[in-house]
């Protein structure tokens, strides 16, 4: 059996293509999008059988894949009496010593009050198995809805939830995390915009004059996230959005702590605060609920919002270069287009960032 890690034969890495080099740090990206053709999308029995041997999970009954993002799928696993949720990595299978610094850093979280899914490890103490040729993780199956990215209720919850997250203190260094350094992809943006607004055109897409157009913001938007500080960080979610919110009959649940590692406090908080900067009453309510939970971070200005600038630039760059790489799988190649025009058309100016910021204090 393949540990954690190792390449599996016929899976593209991240190393093998810019795209995915650029989106290593975005395990699942979005996975709240549901899947629509059901019947196209049922588990092989014979995978069923051996995630249920290798978890110690029972008879499986039924595998559907019920959500994917850029980075990954999300199987629901139904066994005698009981479901669990799968997930897959498509491009870059994580380490196990990763894994098991996520595990430790959820656990603290929910002691904290942080309701999470608990992830299941297998008969060997293994949270990451392979199957001869994908990599999975298996967690508690949470019955909930995804909210809209702007329901400010659930973003509220969310800042209370990072408030709590933020205040155990987790730091780099202590023997939380394997690297001290910030990761680029929350804090660089290394894109030559002109080059992909020219090779957009040249291929005839529809959304390249809309890009084109864009050109001189997404530079100066770039510029912003460049120069702005790391500050000092602590461990920290890493992807704290609705879309990674399980809205249930009784409480939220938090998921996809894939991304989990150390990260500056006011970046993450202007992060979550992304879909919410034309509204001050919305940031005012978002803030205060962080700062009631415990959280310390301010936002002091436009940098404030470097990292949230950062996954939106290098994501759109990721999708669309998605589109438009030939040799990439109609699937995955769909799903990119999919993200490109709305990431487009909600791209902030620096006017619009001063003007929240100063809401924000």
């Given at each position: ?6 390449r ?9 293509s810019?795209?995915?080099q ?5 395990c699942?990206?979005d ?13 092989d ?11 110690g ?5 039924d ?5 994917r993002?850029?980075?990954?799928a ?9 479901s669990?949720?799968?997930?897959e990595?498509?491009w ?5 010593q ?30 990451l198995?392979s ?12 019955d ?59 291929a ?18 770039s ?14 979610h890493?992807?704290l ?15 996809d702590w ?13 992060h979550?605060?992304m ?20 959280g ?10 470097a ?8 994501f759109?760059?990721?999708q ?38 100063l809401?924000?204090?």
């Amino acid at each position: 059996m393949l540990q954690g890690g190792d390449r599996l034969k016929g899976r593209r890495t991240a190393e093998d293509s810019p795209r995915m080099q650029q989106e290593s740090h975005k395990c699942w990206g979005d996975c709240s999008a549901s899947v629509q053709d059901s019947a196209a999308m049922t588990g092989d029995p014979d995978t069923a059988a051996i995630l249920t041997g290798l978890f110690g999970l029972g008879r499986a009954v039924d595998m559907q894949q019920v959500a994917r993002g850029a980075m990954g799928a999300v199987w629901k696993l139904s066994v005698e009496g009981a479901s669990y949720a799968l997930k897959e990595p498509y491009w870059q299978e994580p380490y196990e010593q990763d894994v098991l610094r996520e595990v430790g850093f959820r656990a603290s979280c929910a002691r904290r009050g942080v309701p999470s899914p608990e992830p299941i490890a297998s008969t060997t103490g293994k949270y990451l198995v392979s199957d001869g040729t994908r990599s999975w993780r298996v967690y508690d199956w949470i019955d909930g809805l995804v909210p809209d990215r702007k329901d400010v209720a659930v973003t509220t919850w969310l800042a209370a939830q990072m408030g709590a997250i933020h205040s155990l203190g987790w730091a780099p260094g202590d023997g939380n995390s394997g690297s001290s350094g910030p990761e680029a992809f929350y804090h660089r943006v290394d894109v030559d915009w002109v080059e992909l607004a020219a090779t957009a055109e040249k291929a005839g897409v529809d959304w390249a004059p809309a890009l084109g157009a864009l050109v001189p913001q997404l530079e100066e938007l770039s510029e912003l996230v460049n120069g702005a500080p790391v500050g000092a960080m602590v461990w920290c979610h890493r992807d704290l959005k609705n879309t990674n919110v399980l809205v249930g009959l009784e409480a939220n649940w938090l998921v996809d702590w894939d991304n989990v590692g150390p990260m500056t406090p006011w970046r993450e908080l202007g992060h979550l605060l992304m879909h919410h900067l034309d509204s001050e009453t919305n940031l005012r309510q978002i803030t205060s609920a962080y700062r009631g939970a415990g959280g310390t971070a301010s936002i002091e200005g436009p940098e404030g919002f470097a990292t949230g600038l950062a996954v939106w630039l290098n994501f759109l760059h990721g999708q669309a270069t998605s589109v438009l790489d030939s040799e990439l799988e109609d699937e995955h190649r769909a799903y990119a287009l999919e993200k490109v025009v709305p990431l487009l058309r909600s791209m902030p100016d620096l006017r619009a960032l001063e003007q929240a910021s100063l809401q924000c204090r």
